[in-house]
């Protein structure tokens, strides 16, 4: 496996609070993304980043931040969860041209 | 607007069978396709393509991609109970103002003894 971690792993948590899911990477990869992975829905890209502090706006983004201070960090925020924000959420990692490795997931349910 | 629509979207077989996973897609700036196999974790990359009619091997794995016709197809030969996962096909595009991979819904594979 690619050197990806997820944490949490799985979370539960109150509509309104904020959560930050973290990636972590040790594959020094330039490209990083998160998705939401949803029945019906498949796979949708939530954000990435092209690099450190450089990111932009993927399909869903809306009630999404994040931030990439370092190479081997991705983090999400969700700044009010939402109970339509219940979902698996995979980071993956790539270099251009390249196919994307991802990470076990994050299961998080927003009661 | 750019879609992936794979079919079918799910599919029982006995082991032994061979079976046939289609892709379609309608995308600007198409850069390549991918094919992922999804167990109950993460997805696991298959194969990339990039040019029409060349065919991509991996054991009893086999993908082809038709850039003219706008579709892939992924057969597996001598289907075993580990096969059964779902089989995603995602579509990368030219440019990073667009973001990079449209994944399909996926198609459900179940490999019965």
């Known amino acids: 496996d690619a050197g990806i971690t997820q944490s949490p792993r799985h979370k539960v948590t109150e509509t309104g609070t904020p959560v930050t899911l973290r990636c972590h990477q040790t594959e020094n990869h330039r490209y990083m993304y998160w998705y939401r992975q949803d029945p019906g829905h498949g796979l949708r890209l939530i954000h990435y980043s092209y690099g450190v502090k450089d990111t932009d706006k993927g399909e869903v983004s809306d009630g999404y931040s994040v931030s990439r201070s370092k190479t081997e960090d991705f983090l999400l925020t969700l700044e009010s969860a939402t109970s339509s924000q219940t979902s698996v959420y995979f980071c993956?990692?790539?270099?251009?041209?390249?196919?994307?490795?991802f990470g076990p997931g994050t299961r998080l349910t927003v009661t | 607007e750019d879609k992936v629509v794979q079919s079918p979207l799910s599919l029982v077989v006995h082991e032994g069978d061979t079976v046939t996973l289609n892709c379609s897609y309608e995308v600007t700036n198409f850069r390549s396709l991918l094919w992922y196999k999804q167990e109950k974790k993460a997805p696991t990359f298959l194969f990339m393509l990039t040019s029409s009619g060349i065919e991509k091997k991996s054991g009893r794995l086999s993908s082809i991609l038709d850039k003219k016709e706008l579709f892939s197809i992924l057969n597996i030969t001598a289907t075993q109970t580990g096969d059964s996962a779902i089989y995603l096909c995602?579509?990368?595009?030219?440019?990073w103002g667009q973001g990079n991979l449209i994944f399909g819904k996926g198609t459900k594979l179940s490999v019965k003894p």
């Open positions: 993956a990692i790539s270099e251009l041209k390249y196919e994307q490795y």
């Open positions: 995602a579509v990368e595009r030219v440019g």
